[in-house]
Protein backbone atom coordinates (compact mmCIF):
# COMPACT_ATOMS: atom_id res chain seq x y z
CA UNK A 1 0.00 0.00 0.00
CA UNK A 2 0.91 3.60 -0.71
CA UNK A 3 1.95 5.64 1.83
CA UNK A 4 -0.56 8.95 1.84
CA UNK A 5 1.17 11.80 3.07
CA UNK A 6 -0.69 14.85 4.61
CA UNK A 7 0.06 18.17 3.49
CA UNK A 8 2.53 20.03 5.91
CA UNK A 9 1.11 23.26 6.74
CA UNK A 10 3.49 26.20 7.53
CA UNK A 11 3.48 27.51 11.95
CA UNK A 12 2.51 30.44 12.41
CA UNK A 13 5.68 32.39 13.35
CA UNK A 14 6.39 32.96 16.92
CA UNK A 15 5.22 35.85 18.46
CA UNK A 16 8.04 38.52 19.47
CA UNK A 17 8.04 39.26 23.04
CA UNK A 18 8.02 43.13 23.29
CA UNK A 19 11.02 43.12 25.43
CA UNK A 20 13.62 41.36 22.71
CA UNK A 21 11.62 44.10 19.87
CA UNK A 22 14.78 46.66 18.52
CA UNK A 23 12.67 49.75 19.25
CA UNK A 24 11.50 48.23 22.74
CA UNK A 25 15.60 47.98 23.82
CA UNK A 26 16.32 51.14 22.22
CA UNK A 27 13.85 52.97 24.69
CA UNK A 28 15.28 51.10 27.52
CA UNK A 29 18.64 51.90 26.62
CA UNK A 30 17.44 56.02 26.35
CA UNK A 31 15.32 55.94 29.44
CA UNK A 32 17.49 56.61 32.19
CA UNK A 33 18.20 59.94 30.46
CA UNK A 34 14.81 61.14 30.48
CA UNK A 35 15.06 63.01 33.66
CA UNK A 36 18.10 64.86 31.89
CA UNK A 37 16.22 65.77 28.91
CA UNK A 38 13.13 66.81 30.81
CA UNK A 39 15.11 68.86 32.78
CA UNK A 40 17.30 70.89 29.91
CA UNK A 41 13.66 71.73 28.44
CA UNK A 42 12.42 72.90 31.60
CA UNK A 43 15.46 74.99 31.49
CA UNK A 44 15.73 76.42 28.24
CA UNK A 45 11.50 76.81 27.84
CA UNK A 46 11.87 80.84 28.88
CA UNK A 47 13.62 81.06 25.90
CA UNK A 48 10.32 80.11 23.82
CA UNK A 49 8.07 82.55 22.39
CA UNK A 50 5.31 80.21 21.70
CA UNK A 51 1.37 81.29 22.82
CA UNK A 52 -0.74 78.78 23.70
CA UNK A 53 -3.88 80.22 24.25
CA UNK A 54 -6.42 78.57 26.33
CA UNK A 55 -4.14 77.04 28.37
CA UNK A 56 -1.70 80.31 29.37
CA UNK A 57 -2.57 84.07 29.11
CA UNK A 58 0.58 85.31 27.33
CA UNK A 59 3.40 83.49 25.76
CA UNK A 60 5.66 80.40 27.59
CA UNK A 61 8.27 83.52 28.47
CA UNK A 62 5.36 86.33 29.24
CA UNK A 63 6.07 86.84 33.49
CA UNK A 64 2.93 85.76 33.88
CA UNK A 65 3.70 82.42 32.66
CA UNK A 66 6.88 81.95 34.27
CA UNK A 67 5.84 83.07 37.32
CA UNK A 68 2.34 80.56 37.34
CA UNK A 69 5.15 77.68 36.20
CA UNK A 70 7.72 78.81 38.85
CA UNK A 71 4.83 77.95 41.41
CA UNK A 72 3.69 74.86 39.94
CA UNK A 73 7.58 73.26 40.18
CA UNK A 74 7.93 74.68 43.58
CA UNK A 75 4.18 72.86 44.49
CA UNK A 76 5.82 69.74 42.25
CA UNK A 77 9.05 70.03 44.89
CA UNK A 78 6.63 69.97 48.08
CA UNK A 79 4.57 66.94 46.78
CA UNK A 80 7.60 64.87 45.92
CA UNK A 81 8.94 66.15 49.42
CA UNK A 82 5.36 64.88 51.57
CA UNK A 83 5.80 61.88 49.38
CA UNK A 84 8.90 60.46 51.78
CA UNK A 85 6.14 60.40 54.59
CA UNK A 86 3.49 59.37 53.09
CA UNK A 87 3.95 57.18 50.31
CA UNK A 88 7.48 55.82 51.17
CA UNK A 89 7.14 55.76 54.65
CA UNK A 90 3.58 55.36 55.28
CA UNK A 91 3.19 58.46 57.73
CA UNK A 92 -0.06 60.52 57.34
CA UNK A 93 1.15 64.07 58.62
CA UNK A 94 -1.49 66.79 58.89
CA UNK A 95 0.64 69.19 60.00
CA UNK A 96 3.47 69.25 56.88
CA UNK A 97 2.44 72.91 56.21
CA UNK A 98 3.44 74.08 58.84
CA UNK A 99 7.20 73.95 57.84
CA UNK A 100 6.54 75.12 54.55
CA UNK A 101 5.04 77.98 56.28
CA UNK A 102 8.19 78.47 58.57
CA UNK A 103 10.44 78.85 55.31
CA UNK A 104 8.10 81.70 54.14
CA UNK A 105 7.71 83.53 57.27
CA UNK A 106 11.20 82.56 58.47
CA UNK A 107 13.05 84.48 55.26
CA UNK A 108 10.54 87.19 55.10
CA UNK A 109 11.15 88.32 59.17
CA UNK A 110 14.86 87.87 58.38
CA UNK A 111 15.29 89.96 55.35
CA UNK A 112 12.35 92.47 55.96
CA UNK A 113 12.39 92.76 59.55
CA UNK A 114 15.83 91.84 60.31
CA UNK A 115 17.91 93.56 57.83
CA UNK A 116 19.95 90.13 56.94
CA UNK A 117 21.37 89.62 53.29
CA UNK A 118 19.06 86.57 51.56
CA UNK A 119 21.91 83.95 51.57
CA UNK A 120 22.02 84.37 55.44
CA UNK A 121 18.33 84.65 56.27
CA UNK A 122 17.79 81.18 53.81
CA UNK A 123 20.51 79.19 55.83
CA UNK A 124 19.66 80.11 59.05
CA UNK A 125 15.42 80.12 57.61
CA UNK A 126 16.05 75.85 56.32
CA UNK A 127 18.73 75.37 59.49
CA UNK A 128 16.01 76.41 62.43
CA UNK A 129 13.04 74.70 60.42
CA UNK A 130 14.79 71.31 60.37
CA UNK A 131 15.85 71.81 63.98
CA UNK A 132 11.68 72.41 64.74
CA UNK A 133 10.65 69.42 62.44
CA UNK A 134 13.60 67.38 64.64
CA UNK A 135 12.19 68.74 68.34
CA UNK A 136 8.44 68.15 67.09
CA UNK A 137 9.04 65.40 65.51
CA UNK A 138 10.63 63.61 68.35
CA UNK A 139 7.29 64.11 70.28
CA UNK A 140 5.06 63.26 67.36
CA UNK A 141 6.53 60.16 66.57
CA UNK A 142 5.78 58.49 70.28
CA UNK A 143 2.54 58.19 68.60
CA UNK A 144 1.54 56.04 65.38
CA UNK A 145 -1.80 56.41 63.13
CA UNK A 146 -4.36 58.82 63.28
CA UNK A 147 -2.94 60.09 66.91
CA UNK A 148 0.05 60.57 65.19
CA UNK A 149 -1.80 62.63 62.38
CA UNK A 150 -4.31 64.66 65.54
CA UNK A 151 -0.43 65.54 67.29
CA UNK A 152 0.80 67.03 63.96
CA UNK A 153 -2.25 68.72 62.91
CA UNK A 154 -2.37 70.43 66.74
CA UNK A 155 1.28 71.73 66.02
CA UNK A 156 0.08 73.65 62.74
CA UNK A 157 -2.25 74.93 64.56
CA UNK A 158 -0.29 76.47 66.88
CA UNK A 159 1.89 77.84 64.07
CA UNK A 160 -1.39 79.25 62.35
CA UNK A 161 -2.59 80.61 65.39
CA UNK A 162 0.60 82.59 66.56
CA UNK A 163 1.24 83.46 62.76
CA UNK A 164 -2.36 85.03 62.64
CA UNK A 165 -2.34 86.59 66.07
CA UNK A 166 1.00 88.73 64.67
CA UNK A 167 3.29 87.24 67.45
CA UNK A 168 5.78 89.67 68.42
CA UNK A 169 4.61 92.00 65.69
CA UNK A 170 6.75 90.12 63.09
CA UNK A 171 4.00 88.51 60.97
CA UNK A 172 1.78 91.06 59.90
CA UNK A 173 -1.28 89.21 61.21
CA UNK A 174 -3.98 88.72 59.07
CA UNK A 175 -2.84 90.87 55.92
CA UNK A 176 0.67 88.82 55.86
CA UNK A 177 4.04 90.18 55.24
CA UNK A 178 5.19 91.50 51.97
CA UNK A 179 9.01 91.27 51.40
CA UNK A 180 11.46 94.35 51.91
CA UNK A 181 12.83 93.90 47.90
CA UNK A 182 15.45 96.40 49.36
CA UNK A 183 17.60 93.45 50.51
CA UNK A 184 17.16 91.08 47.98
CA UNK A 185 20.14 90.66 44.85
CA UNK A 186 19.08 92.98 41.93
CA UNK A 187 18.56 89.52 39.97
CA UNK A 188 16.07 88.11 42.12
CA UNK A 189 14.10 91.71 41.50
CA UNK A 190 11.34 93.17 39.16
CA UNK A 191 9.47 91.49 37.24
CA UNK A 192 12.29 91.39 34.04
CA UNK A 193 14.13 88.91 36.23
CA UNK A 194 10.55 86.72 36.67
CA UNK A 195 12.69 83.97 34.76
CA UNK A 196 15.64 83.73 37.12
CA UNK A 197 12.80 83.03 39.53
CA UNK A 198 11.54 80.72 37.67
CA UNK A 199 14.99 78.86 37.42
CA UNK A 200 15.37 78.97 40.90
CA UNK A 201 12.26 76.99 41.42
CA UNK A 202 13.35 74.60 38.88
CA UNK A 203 16.95 74.03 40.70
CA UNK A 204 14.83 73.43 44.08
CA UNK A 205 12.37 70.80 41.89
CA UNK A 206 15.61 68.86 40.86
CA UNK A 207 17.15 68.80 44.03
CA UNK A 208 13.89 67.59 45.70
CA UNK A 209 13.61 64.92 43.36
CA UNK A 210 17.31 64.25 42.95
CA UNK A 211 16.98 63.53 47.57
CA UNK A 212 14.32 61.85 47.31
CA UNK A 213 15.56 59.21 44.74
CA UNK A 214 18.95 58.44 46.71
CA UNK A 215 17.47 57.94 49.85
CA UNK A 216 14.96 55.55 48.41
CA UNK A 217 17.40 53.63 46.94
CA UNK A 218 19.68 53.70 49.59
CA UNK A 219 19.82 50.78 52.64
CA UNK A 220 17.62 53.73 54.39
CA UNK A 221 15.17 54.06 51.87
CA UNK A 222 14.33 49.94 51.89
CA UNK A 223 14.10 50.80 55.81
CA UNK A 224 11.48 53.24 55.29
CA UNK A 225 9.91 50.82 52.65
CA UNK A 226 9.73 47.74 55.42
CA UNK A 227 8.23 50.36 57.91
CA UNK A 228 5.36 50.84 55.52
CA UNK A 229 4.41 47.91 54.56
CA UNK A 230 5.02 46.25 57.85
CA UNK A 231 6.51 48.07 61.00
CA UNK A 232 6.82 45.38 63.41
CA UNK A 233 9.42 43.45 60.65
CA UNK A 234 11.79 45.96 61.39
CA UNK A 235 11.73 45.92 65.03
CA UNK A 236 12.19 42.15 64.78
CA UNK A 237 15.63 42.87 62.76
CA UNK A 238 16.77 44.81 65.55
CA UNK A 239 16.39 48.06 63.92
CA UNK A 240 14.81 51.47 65.67
CA UNK A 241 11.68 52.05 63.79
CA UNK A 242 11.17 55.55 65.63
CA UNK A 243 14.95 56.14 64.73
CA UNK A 244 14.45 56.07 60.82
CA UNK A 245 10.89 57.32 60.82
CA UNK A 246 12.16 60.59 62.94
CA UNK A 247 15.39 60.66 60.20
CA UNK A 248 12.27 60.77 57.22
CA UNK A 249 9.93 63.41 58.97
CA UNK A 250 13.01 65.58 59.53
CA UNK A 251 14.68 65.17 56.17
CA UNK A 252 10.81 65.95 54.11
CA UNK A 253 10.17 68.93 56.37
CA UNK A 254 13.55 70.49 55.74
CA UNK A 255 13.08 70.14 52.15
CA UNK A 256 9.25 71.57 52.54
CA UNK A 257 11.31 74.56 54.69
CA UNK A 258 13.44 75.58 51.64
CA UNK A 259 10.48 75.23 49.81
CA UNK A 260 9.19 77.97 51.35
CA UNK A 261 11.57 80.04 50.81
CA UNK A 262 11.62 79.83 47.16
CA UNK A 263 7.98 80.35 47.44
CA UNK A 264 8.48 83.48 49.43
CA UNK A 265 10.64 85.19 46.68
CA UNK A 266 8.30 84.04 44.13
CA UNK A 267 5.29 85.66 45.38
CA UNK A 268 6.83 88.27 47.26
CA UNK A 269 5.80 88.07 50.68
CA UNK A 270 3.90 85.75 52.86
CA UNK A 271 0.43 85.05 53.88
CA UNK A 272 -1.28 83.75 56.28
CA UNK A 273 -2.78 81.17 54.41
CA UNK A 274 0.21 79.02 53.50
CA UNK A 275 0.00 78.22 57.77
CA UNK A 276 -3.76 76.14 57.14
CA UNK A 277 -3.88 72.76 57.37
CA UNK A 278 -5.93 73.01 53.79
CA UNK A 279 -2.40 73.28 52.15
CA UNK A 280 -1.20 70.12 54.37
CA UNK A 281 -4.74 68.25 52.57
CA UNK A 282 -3.95 70.15 49.10
CA UNK A 283 -0.45 68.34 49.52
CA UNK A 284 -1.97 65.54 50.14
CA UNK A 285 -4.32 65.35 47.42
CA UNK A 286 -1.13 66.07 44.90
CA UNK A 287 0.28 62.49 45.89
CA UNK A 288 -3.04 61.21 45.10
CA UNK A 289 -2.86 62.28 42.12
CA UNK A 290 0.34 61.34 41.07
CA UNK A 291 0.73 58.53 42.58
CA UNK A 292 1.83 57.71 46.06
CA UNK A 293 5.44 56.11 46.30
CA UNK A 294 6.17 56.53 42.62
CA UNK A 295 9.77 58.72 41.81
CA UNK A 296 7.44 60.99 38.99
CA UNK A 297 3.69 60.87 40.37
CA UNK A 298 3.86 63.42 43.03
CA UNK A 299 5.98 65.81 40.87
CA UNK A 300 3.26 65.48 38.31
CA UNK A 301 0.48 65.29 40.79
CA UNK A 302 1.47 68.47 42.47
CA UNK A 303 2.35 70.62 39.59
CA UNK A 304 -1.21 69.61 37.55
CA UNK A 305 -2.70 70.31 41.16
CA UNK A 306 -1.52 74.27 41.37
CA UNK A 307 -1.82 74.74 37.85
CA UNK A 308 -5.29 73.98 37.57
CA UNK A 309 -5.87 75.41 41.22
CA UNK A 310 -4.98 79.17 39.33
CA UNK A 311 -6.29 78.84 36.16
CA UNK A 312 -9.76 77.66 36.81
CA UNK A 313 -9.75 80.68 39.30
CA UNK A 314 -9.83 82.22 36.09
CA UNK A 315 -12.29 79.59 34.08
CA UNK A 316 -14.76 80.33 36.98
CA UNK A 317 -15.06 84.22 36.25
CA UNK A 318 -14.78 83.88 32.00
CA UNK A 319 -17.67 84.46 30.21
CA UNK A 320 -17.76 80.91 28.80
CA UNK A 321 -19.30 80.31 32.62
CA UNK A 322 -21.53 83.03 32.82
CA UNK A 323 -23.17 82.44 29.91
CA UNK A 324 -23.87 78.79 31.17
CA UNK A 325 -27.40 78.27 33.17
CA UNK A 326 -27.60 79.17 36.65
CA UNK A 327 -27.12 75.22 37.97
CA UNK A 328 -24.29 74.71 35.34
CA UNK A 329 -22.45 78.31 36.26
CA UNK A 330 -22.17 78.00 40.03
CA UNK A 331 -20.64 75.15 40.54
CA UNK A 332 -18.40 75.69 37.43
CA UNK A 333 -17.28 78.89 38.61
CA UNK A 334 -16.15 77.07 42.17
CA UNK A 335 -12.84 76.24 41.55
CA UNK A 336 -12.24 73.93 44.07
CA UNK A 337 -15.91 71.76 43.32
CA UNK A 338 -13.97 71.36 39.81
CA UNK A 339 -10.82 69.91 41.50
CA UNK A 340 -12.59 67.64 43.77
CA UNK A 341 -14.72 66.39 40.75
CA UNK A 342 -11.38 65.81 38.85
CA UNK A 343 -9.74 64.33 41.63
CA UNK A 344 -12.71 61.62 42.17
CA UNK A 345 -12.53 60.76 38.63
CA UNK A 346 -8.92 60.43 38.58
CA UNK A 347 -9.02 58.07 41.30
CA UNK A 348 -11.44 56.39 40.48
CA UNK A 349 -10.66 55.25 36.91
CA UNK A 350 -6.96 55.41 37.77
CA UNK A 351 -6.21 54.11 41.56
CA UNK A 352 -2.51 53.89 41.28
CA UNK A 353 -2.45 57.86 40.27
CA UNK A 354 -1.45 59.49 37.12
CA UNK A 355 2.28 57.10 37.59
CA UNK A 356 0.09 54.20 36.93
CA UNK A 357 -0.79 55.41 33.11
CA UNK A 358 1.63 53.97 31.28
CA UNK A 359 0.44 50.59 32.86
CA UNK A 360 -2.71 50.75 32.28
CA UNK A 361 -2.64 52.18 28.68
CA UNK A 362 0.00 49.45 27.82
CA UNK A 363 -2.19 46.41 26.67
CA UNK A 364 -4.03 49.05 24.45
CA UNK A 365 -1.05 50.40 22.95
CA UNK A 366 0.64 46.80 22.39
CA UNK A 367 -2.31 46.15 20.63
CA UNK A 368 -2.27 49.02 18.71
CA UNK A 369 1.43 48.25 17.69
CA UNK A 370 0.84 44.54 16.87
CA UNK A 371 -2.05 45.61 14.88
Known sequence: MTEVKSAEVAAPPAAVPDELTPGHARWHGLRPYAPLVALVVAAILPYSTVNLPGIFE???NSPGTLQLLAICLVFGGLAAGYDLLFGRTGMLSFGHALYFAAGVYGTDVLVTRAGLPLW?????????GTILAALLGAVALRTVGIAFA???LAFAQVGAI???????????GE???????????AALVGVTNTVNLYWLALAYLALVVLVVHRVSGSPTGRVLAGLRDDERRIGVLGLDPYRFKLVAFTLASG????????YCLIVGGASPHVTSSEL???LLVMVVLGGPGTRWGPVLGGILYMYLDH?????GTSDAVNSLPAFLSHPLSQPLFVLGTVFILAVYFFPGGLASLRTRLQPVLTSLRRR
Open 280 to 282: TLS
Open 255 to 262: LATAGGVV
Open 58 to 60: GPL
Open 150 to 152: MVT
Open 120 to 128: QAALLTVTG
Open 162 to 172: LVARDFGGLTG
Open 311 to 315: RLTAF
Open 175 to 185: EGLPLDVSGLP
